[in-house]
């Protein structure tokens, strides 16, 4: 008889039917089960084919450790493979599919394999498909892959939310069973904050799965009421279904909790738990006897059997055998002649203690036998006994056999940062290191294997752990104890079976057997980590929770040695699967990383801008019109448009830092290769960077408003590399200096207005005298703009025209941009993108970073003259001085044409002398920026070419083999549009033949607009209002008074770093009355950032856990008081969170990160309700 | 490396706030060293095991360069300083040698 349900007793809800389907066929199960359980209750006992061999295979272990009973479930994008059949909580409409099997689980052609199996043991792979080579990935992987393998991932996007949270605890129990439980009760009781995590779905581990008493209670009613205790404390976080499945430095623990079947929030949520101490309780895995047949259906481990008789009532036939090497197998007969079934026990030891003995009184005992052999097809039918004295065989029909082979703790977490486990001779197990860095073994998982003492152990480690952080923890008793076998828990060493006739599994999962093992030993490959490899054991999904100490074990006989000798493979991170959904959380498509969006964003989009990703930025790339079906007639329009009247673009996107303090113009000179601290106020001037090595960093403009103020720009991609450069110049190398610089990039609308025209509209906007004589080239001030706003205008030029840059602060921009365009408009003026920008910076030579690519020096580029000879330092002027920076047959930029005009020439492309192959030596330079000149009609490109600004003229051969073309091309200087600035002044254009244009006021943008906000009771999110934001700056050393003047502002002190503090205004105040009311001591600075930062409100009972999403800082813990402030990460985006009342947090966040924040708030907010 | 840092100004943050740049030990020369210092400053590092001073910037913090003191090996921290106090009065190398095993007591932190 196969396996089925007994009518009575269990913990499942027999009033409860779920409906679930296996491959097809629909099953019943109850509440309580396990899709396994329920199919064994089914008589499905056949639940998957093995990864090489095919066999037909069944429930072993159970719980996380299961090699066997693999299961997909789910379509679509929702599919799971490799799901452990004992892990998955039965629910209606549960669809499962077994793997690794075809064309049915029943009847599997794969099956073959099995008597294939002398030619694929262990490294055939590496033997056979060695020849010829040009097999390996048509014809042997794929062929490989589909016989050999688990389940199939799913190439649908997955439609499930995860999500990450960060946790802190003073204690963190890993595992609920007895040790686990009362380790969280005496810490909690102490006061301590406790986190008690248990993979499975209910509080107890083996007390829900054996008979045991404690006190007057029974194992599930004990759980229950430690559990109850413990729920009820609002010092505990009780995280079931979940997974410890790292354990990192610091005291970090990853964790996995799994959320099957809930209603709302994520299907799955990673947990990062920052633990002063922790109790490593996840108890021990039971050690499968290793003998012919032992893979067979319907074979499990002894405690296994056990569970599934209390917990879910499964009845494994009318005969079971039983073969044990310890008292489990003891236990586990006894639990099966209490429910009336017939048990053969078969023990390998000749002195069975009495205690064991008593447990197993009515069932046969064969002492001093071994099982031998297990019979039968898609279950096991037979055993086949061995006496060990006589070696007389005997075969017994039996419906099910439970095997214990002892036991192994669980130490895996305990040895993740790089710890053995140690090996106990006694005992016969390997141990956990001794306690280090706060993480504590107890129970089980230490080796403790009674009843009694592992809630002792428990309650001891927990109240040490409490007791170690300060708290006093109290007694707690434990009461008294009745287990099978008086609590007896030794066994003996069997690590196979020699007289084996069939094949005898160590590794289920990759059908690794005794010989493979031995071969590998007889073939050099007999260190464990050889070994490991060379016959796949203790790989895959399972990670050889159950073969790697047998495996140990038998290299150990095989070699001779004791197996802490051979020494254990090594123990990483994931303790189970873990699936890439989770740990990506949040952070995938639209939000995969923050994206930063232009003050000009919004203006962009209503001019039907085409956008393209730019390192963070969405940048606008053309301006599409009706009947432009691709980027390109877009962008030559537009290049046409600028050079022939006027263009308008957005350059916020560059970097821009202010930089002010007495030594700022001293500090400049360090930073750049020419000097700065001559620059006249008002005025600008390009800048170079250098690294130390003399080679280019970053090109830019530095503009001086005073004495000690400047305001610097960065390319867009280096802006961030940029700023943290000079951070470490002003902290680190040269901190005596007073230098302050502040990011305001999200505070400034820059707009580029550029072309001939480019005068004529501005003055519409400007109120100032835009002529040559008072606004010349590079001229950079404060203005005001028809309409009262004060903004900066800088006569800069990225196009080579006469251009000029507004910027204006950000919350105007879509305002300013606006009218500027209808000022524009009798000049025709044309909005134009990125696309547009390139190829008129091309024409003029001017360079990017295609050209500043970490191996060009200014000379190389033709800016030699830009390098100061007479300052005595500067970044980079000792290493550029080096000979090999200097030679002058170094490669330099040139122009490039294609001799016939209309021939494509791409970046990427390699130059050779004509008739020349294309080797490495002959390698003449490449092209680093290439387009089409709707100006010149011709493509052009710059290229750096050795010696090239001696060889104008020449012609050579643009190789690309890549994309498969040649074109002959002739160098030239690297300058395309030759018109200088248009510099002669049509004074008609200054005398305003069109009235001024008056932006209007900026309308409240809403970045909550449209989003969910959370629901009262929970937690809401709103809009800040609106107030003055600045920074105080002052030098670190003045940081006191610089927090003082800050907390004037609104009472809170928002500290950023020594010496810069950020200041909120009162509603309603203005940027005058605010000066005014801080009275700033000399020496101290503000700058303003109304612009640049957004601020959010999150109020709400549940605001510290949605905050607890994005950032690490320990709000629960009490020390975040109302008026505590600080500069975080949230999810990858930098902000300033302040507490500003009870359970109300203001995140303040650059501006344009605003609206990707306020999306991944609001996402939080969604799941969170 | 260490889960968390003690940065001196904002506290115990993860390590995701942080930007690595380098050893800290090399001191950048008078702009009239001879080219062998500036050789050595640029170019020269040691691929320590064991103690180690780092520059680490708290980028997703208060922005400051830090000094890390810290173990390549077993991870452990010991120090953690603003960049500009240790240009200043420059801390002595950490000579302790430790050894592989797991330092006693909490790491991380400090």
Not at chain 1, 196 to 212: H, T
Not at chain 1, 867 to 883: C, H, T, W
Request: net charge neutral.
């Amino acid at each position: 008889m196969s396996f089925s349900r007994f009518s009575d007793g269990g913990l499942i809800d027999r009033s409860q039917r779920i409906g679930f389907s296996f491959d097809g066929r629909r099953f019943e199960g109850f509440a309580g089960d396990t899709l396994a359980s329920a199919l064994l209750a089914n008589g499905q006992v056949l639940m998957g084919r093995s990864f090489k061999y095919h066999r037909p295979r069944g429930l072993l272990s159970g719980g996380a450790s299961e090699p066997n009973a693999l299961v997909t479930l789910g379509a679509g994008g929702l599919r799971e493979p490799n799901l452990r059949a004992s892990m998955v909580t039965l629910r209606e409409g549960l669809s499962a599919e077994s793997q690794n099997r075809w064309p049915s689980l029943g009847f599997d052609l794969g099956a073959v394999n099995s008597a294939l199996s002398p030619f694929i043991g262990a490294g055939f792979y590496y033997k056979t498909f060695m020849w010829p080579a040009a097999l390996w990935e048509r014809l042997y992987e794929p062929v490989i892959r589909r016989a050999a393998g688990l389940g199939r991932a799913s190439h649908a996007p997955d439609p499930q939310d995860y999500e990450k949270r960060w946790a802190h605890c003073d204690l963190l129990v890993i595992g609920s069973g007895p040790a686990g439980l009362t380790a969280a009760l005496s810490a909690a009781r102490a006061g301590a904050r406790v986190i008690l995590c248990d993979e499975n779905a209910r509080f107890g581990g083996r007390l829900i799965r054996d008979q045991v008493e404690i006190g007057d209670l029974d194992g599930p009613g004990f759980a229950a009421e430690v559990a109850d205790e413990l729920a009820a404390n609002a010092n505990v976080r009780l995280l079931a279904g979940t997974t410890v499945f790292g354990s990192y430095d610091s005291g970090v623990f990853g964790a996995l909790e799994r959320r099957d079947g809930a209603s709302s929030g994520p299907a799955q949520r990673i947990w990062r738990i920052v633990a002063r101490r922790a109790v490593l309780a996840s108890g021990a895995e039971e050690r499968p006897l290793v003998f012919g047949g032992n893979d067979r259906p319907g074979i499990m481990m002894a405690s296994t059997m056990r569970g599934l008789i209390h917990a879910e009532a499964v009845r494994p036939g009318n005969h079971v055998g039983v073969f044990t090497t310890g008292a489990s197998g003891h236990e586990t007969a006894r639990d099966l002649l209490a429910r009336g079934l017939e048990v053969t026990l078969v023990d390998s030891r000749r002195d069975i203690p009495d205690a064991e003995r008593a447990a197993s009184r009515s069932a046969r005992v064969l002492e001093d036998h071994m099982v031998a052999d297990a019979l039968g097809g898609k279950a096991v039918s037979a055993m086949e006994v061995i006496d060990r004295a006589s070696g007389r065989r005997e075969r017994i029909n039996i419906d099910a056999l439970a095997t214990s082979g002892g036991w192994n703790p669980v130490v895996g977490l305990a040895c993740q940062r790089g710890d053995k486990p140690d090996w106990d001779t006694n005992r016969g197990m390997f141990v956990p290191p001794a306690a280090s860095d706060g993480l504590m073994a107890a129970g089980s998982a230490a080796g403790i294997l009674d009843l009694e003492g592992c809630l002792d152990s428990g309650a001891r480690a927990g109240a040490e752990a409490a007791a170690a952080l300060g708290f006093k923890p109290k007694k707690t008793s434990i009461p008294t104890v009745r287990e099978a076998c008086g609590g007896s828990t030794g066994f003996a060493t069997l690590w196979h079976v020699s007289e084996a006739r069939g094949k005898a599994f160590v590794d289920f999962q990759n059908d690794v057997t005794v010989s493979d093992l031995g071969l590998a030993v007889r073939e050099g490959y007999g260190h464990v980590e050889l070994a490991k490899r060379y016959t796949t054991t203790g790989m895959a999904t399972d990670q050889g929770k159950l073969s790697n100490v047998n495996a140990i074990g038998i290299l150990a006989e095989n070699r001779g040695l004791s197996p802490d000798r051979v020494g254990t493979t090594t123990f990483r991170p994931f303790y189970t699967p873990v699936s890439i959904g989770a740990l990506a959380g949040e952070h995938r498509g639209a939000h995969y990383r923050p994206v930063r969006r232009s003050p000009l964003h919004g203006w962009a989009e209503k001019h039907g801008a085409v956008f393209i990703e730019a390192g963070a930025w969405m940048r606008a790339s053309h301006f599409p019109r009706d009947g432009e079906s691709s980027w390109k007639p877009a962008c030559d329009r537009e290049c046409v448009a600028v050079r022939a009247g006027v263009g308008i673009s957005d350059a916020s996107t560059l970097g821009k830092i202010d930089v002010t303090g007495k030594d700022a113009a001293q500090f400049l000179d360090l930073i750049y290769t020419g000097k700065i601290s001559s620059l006249s106020v008002g005025k600008a001037r390009y800048g170079l960077m250098l690294r130390e090595d003399g080679l280019l960093m970053d090109d830019g403009t530095v503009s001086r408003f005073a004495e000690d103020h400047f305001v610097i720009t960065t390319t867009t991609a280096a802006a961030g590399e940029v700023m943290a450069h000079m951070e470490f110049c002003a902290q680190a190398l040269w901190p005596e200096l007073d230098v302050r610089l502040v990011s305001v990039t999200d505070q400034w609308a820059q707009i580029t207005v550029a072309g001939p025209q480019s005068r004529a509209v501005l003055v519409r906007i400007v109120d100032e005298d835009l002529s040559e004589e008072a606004m010349p080239f590079l001229a950079a001030r404060p203005v005001r703009l028809h309409s009262g706003l004060a903004a900066r205008l800088f006569r800069i030029s990225f196009s080579g025209e006469l251009a000029f840059e507004l910027a204006v602060p950000a919350r105007h921009g879509e305002a300013v941009a606006d009218a500027i365009l209808e000022a524009g408009r009798p000049y025709g003026i044309t909005p134009y993108g990125l696309e547009a920008l390139n190829v008129l910076r091309i024409e003029k030579g001017f360079i990017t970073h295609a050209e500043i690519d970490g191996r060009t020096t200014p000379g190389d580029l033709g800016l030699g003259k830009m390098v100061s000879a007479k300052k005595p330092d500067f970044i980079g002027r000792v290493m550029l001085a080096r000979e090999g920076l200097q030679r002058d047959d170094r490669e330099q930029l040139v122009g490039l044409r294609p001799v016939r005009p209309d021939q494509t020439v791409l970046a990427g492309a390699h130059l050779l002398k004509p008739d020349t192959a294309p080797t490495m030596a002959n390698d003449q330079g490449h092209i680093t920026s290439a387009c089409w000149s709707p100006n010149l009609g011709s493509h052009i490109a710059l290229a750096m070419l050795r010696r090239g600004r001696a060889r104008h003229g020449e012609r050579l051969i643009a190789h690309d083999p890549l994309r498969g073309f040649e074109s002959e091309v002739e160098v030239c200087a690297p300058v395309f549009w030759p018109a200088e600035e248009a510099q002669t002044v049509n004074t008609e254009m200054l005398t305003v033949e069109h009235p001024a244009v008056r932006p209007a006021p900026p309308a409240p943008h809403d970045l909550l607009d449209g989003l969910f906000t959370g629901q009262t009771g929970q937690a809401t999110l709103v809009m800040g209002s609106e107030t003055l934001v600045a920074l105080v700056t002052g030098p670190a050393a003045k940081d006191r008074a610089v927090r003082r003047v800050a907390k004037a502002g609104d009472g809170i002190c928002r500290p950023v770093q020594p010496g810069q503090v950020l200041v909120v205004g009162r509603s309603g105040e203005s940027a005058e009355a605010l000066v005014t009311r801080l009275a700033m001591p000399r020496g101290l600075s503000l700058c303003d950032l109304s612009d640049a930062r957004v601020r959010l409100m999150l109020a709400g009972p549940e605001a510290a856990e949605i905050l607890a999403v994005f950032c690490a800082l320990d709000l629960a813990s009490g020390s975040f008081k109302p008026g505590a402030s600080a500069p975080v990460l949230l999810g990858h985006i930098p902000a300033q969170l302040t507490c500003v009342g009870a359970q109300t947090y203001e995140i303040m966040v650059f501006s344009t990160y605003g609206q990707d924040l306020a999306e991944s708030l609001s996402r939080a907010l969604r799941l969170a309700g | 490396m260490a889960s968390l840092i003690n940065c001196p100004h904002c506290g115990v943050r993860p390590r995701e706030e942080f930007t690595i740049r380098g050893d800290a030990g090399p001191v950048r020369p008078a702009p009239d060293a001879d080219f062998g210092a500036w050789d050595a400053y640029v170019h020269l590092r040691d691929n320590v095991r064991g103690p180690m001073a780092e520059h680490w910037q708290h980028s997703g913090g208060c922005r400051r360069w830090l000094v890390v003191e810290r173990d390549t090996f077993t991870h452990e921290v010991f120090a953690v300083v603003d960049a500009a106090d240790y240009t200043r009065v420059p801390v002595a190398k950490p000579a302790r040698a430790r050894k592989a095993a797991n330092p006693a007591g909490r790491r991380g932190g400090a």
